[in-house]
């Protein structure tokens, strides 16, 4: 293959061909390289019909405006920008006291912002680690072998974070129709050397609330016997922002003693475009003071605890903006109407009486769904017809141990709208028709043999249908997808 790529459109300013692999030796006009590259990614899918995301991918054009006029803004540089590091404390106080974090009026909190929830979880993870080996030090005991528990639903970077920092990661296997984290199992599985057990509050799978407060209970208990302190995190990535607002009852937060910190991610249901998260200790006393730079900018002590050095500035403004910009009013307002049209692709989806709806009422707001007949097409199938309507919605298989459930999942935004809705039944619906009708491979290798007469090998007159039947060739190619899909790395494509 050639390794360069030719561009006829831009011929108009350029006839070399663009380079793939080595940089071109000469320059090219930036009108040039703006329509080839503008060209190119018109083949990347629409951001708005991306139903696979929980990113955000809307924001009100006044903060488009307050995006652009930051985006040159290291935010790093604190001493050239105090402002814009003061409207992150602003942001890490107003999150904390959403979470309930236990502050007085004007305590400053404790927190920073991350790049997402997965830069906010490798911190969190480490906190809890560094905490772990102090106390275990101070018993003189081995620091060798710290584990953290889950469930098996959760999101890639919890692997991440137990691979890169050495933690053994210890998760609940789920079962059939029970896609969380078990609180009971999750507390017999703690032992001395756990760090931490981490909850999700909005699964990434099916977007169900796990029961931190079960979860808190149990492991009061199982503390108060021990004489081990195992604390909790909650991962509220997309559920943080979702639970004060429409469940201000549910007590799943820092109202619960043993949560120790949160992370949330900015760029889900904070709603702020990709590239920002949060994470929250309860107390100053629940970040261990070692793992804290403290950087002395123009001899103001400017502690940091973050992963990277340099990054933008624009996510963090674009946060300050949303939450002064909606407010508690506003936030309810978004979750509620997601809610809603949530509702609405749910209905839609019953009514065809084709799928079973394995997510919540109560959770982050998308629908998860499975085929209650699978023997003419699967969920790969249709999630392969729908791209031709446009529209991109992931299949996936859920962890161990319920690896033979295969889901579709929508997951509801704010610029998701209730036409949107409304129109995704009705493709669905026509994706399934038109699936109906195509003779399905399964049908189609079940080809009938009757044997008897002239073939009848044993002569004894009868005819036999020596065809497997359909049932049967249905559970081996059951048998068959089933092994295909264990054998499978764990590649959910859902973030
Ligand atoms: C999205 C998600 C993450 C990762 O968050 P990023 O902000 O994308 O880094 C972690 N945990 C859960 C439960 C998530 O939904």
């Known amino acids: 293959m050639d390794a360069s790529v030719h561009s006829t459109f831009a011929s108009r300013y350029v006839r070399t061909s663009l380079p793939r692999f080595k940089m071109g030796e000469n320059s090219i006009p930036k009108e040039a390289a703006y329509q080839i590259i503008n060209d190119e990614l018109m083949l990347d ?19 488009d405006k307050l995006i ?22 602003r942001c890490v106080n107003m999150i904390a006291h959403l979470f309930n974090a ?18 906010a979880i490798m911190l969190a993870g480490l906190a809890f680690k560094r905490k772990w080996q102090n106390r275990r030090k101070s018993e003189g005991k081995s620091c060798e072998n710290p584990n953290i528990v889950t469930g098996a639903n959760v999101q ?7 691979r890169y920092f050495e933690v053994e990661l210890k998760e609940v296997k789920l079962r059939d129709g029970y896609y969380v984290m078990d609180p009971e199992k ?8 756990t760090i931490c057990v981490a909850a999700i509050l909005g699964s990434t799978l099916n977007g169900e609330f796990e029961d931190v407060k079960r979860l808190n209970d149990l ?16 991962d ?14 549910l007590v799943w937060d820092f109202r619960l003693s043993l949560v120790k910190s949160i992370n949330v991610s900015g760029h889900k249901y904070g709603l702020v475009y990709a590239g920002i998260g949060w994470i929250i200790w309860r107390s100053k006393e629940d970040l ?14 400017q502690p940091t605890f973050t992963l990277n050095f340099s990054k933008g500035s624009s996510q963090v403004i674009a946060q300050y903006y949303q939450l002064i910009r909606l407010g508690y009013e506003g936030y309810r307002n978004v979750m509620e109407n997601c809610r809603d049209n949530m509702m609405v692709l749910k209905d839609g989806l019953e009514k065809t009486e084709r799928f079973e709806i394995v997510s919540k009422d109560e959770g982050v707001p998308l629908v998860a769904f499975t085929l209650k007949d699978h023997n003419n097409f699967n969920e790969f199938q249709i999630s392969d017809m729908l791209k031709r309507h446009g529209w991109i919605i992931p299949a996936y298989t859920m962890p161990p141990d319920a690896e033979h459930v295969t889901v579709l999942r929508v997951v509801i935004r704010e610029d998701f709208s209730r036409t949107f809705a409304e129109r995704l039944v009705i493709d669905i619906t026509r994706v399934i028709h038109e699936l109906d009708l195509v003779p399905s491979r399964v049908v189609s290798t079940n080809t009938i043999t009757v044997t008897g007469g002239e073939e009848d090998a044993d002569n004894d007159g009868t005819v036999t249908i020596a065809n497997q039947s359909v049932l049967e060739t249905q559970r081996k190619i059951t048998t068959a997808w089933k092994k295909f899909v264990m054998n499978r790395k764990k590649t959910n494509g859902v973030c």
């Not at 899918?45 to 903060?63: D, H, I, K, Q």
């Not at 652009?68 to 404390?89: G, H």
């Not at 890639?156 to 137990?162: G, L, R």
Request: aromatic fraction near 10%; hydrophobic fraction near 40%.
């Open 45 to 63: 899918g629409n951001p708005r019909l991306n139903l696979a995301s929980f990113v955000t991918t809307w924001m009100e054009p006044e903060c």
């Open 68 to 89: 652009m006029a930051s985006i040159n803004k290291n935010y790093v540089d604190m001493d050239e920008y105090p402002v814009t590091t003061e409207l992150q404390n």
């Open 102 to 119: 236990p502050l007085e009026d004007s305590e400053p909190a404790v927190g920073v912002g991350t790049v997402g929830s997965s830069e």
């Open 156 to 162: 890639v970077c919890w692997e991440k974070f137990a």
């Open 186 to 193: 999750a507390a017999e599985m703690v032992d001395e050397n």
């Open 219 to 234: 492991l009061v208990e199982k503390n108060a016997e021990t004489g081990w302190d195992t604390p909790i995190h909650v």
């Open 236 to 249: 509220a990535a997309s559920g943080g922002f979702i639970a004060p607002f429409l469940y201000p009852e």
């Open 288 to 301: 261990p003071e070692e793992l804290i730079f403290h950087i002395n900018y123009l001899g103001a002590d």
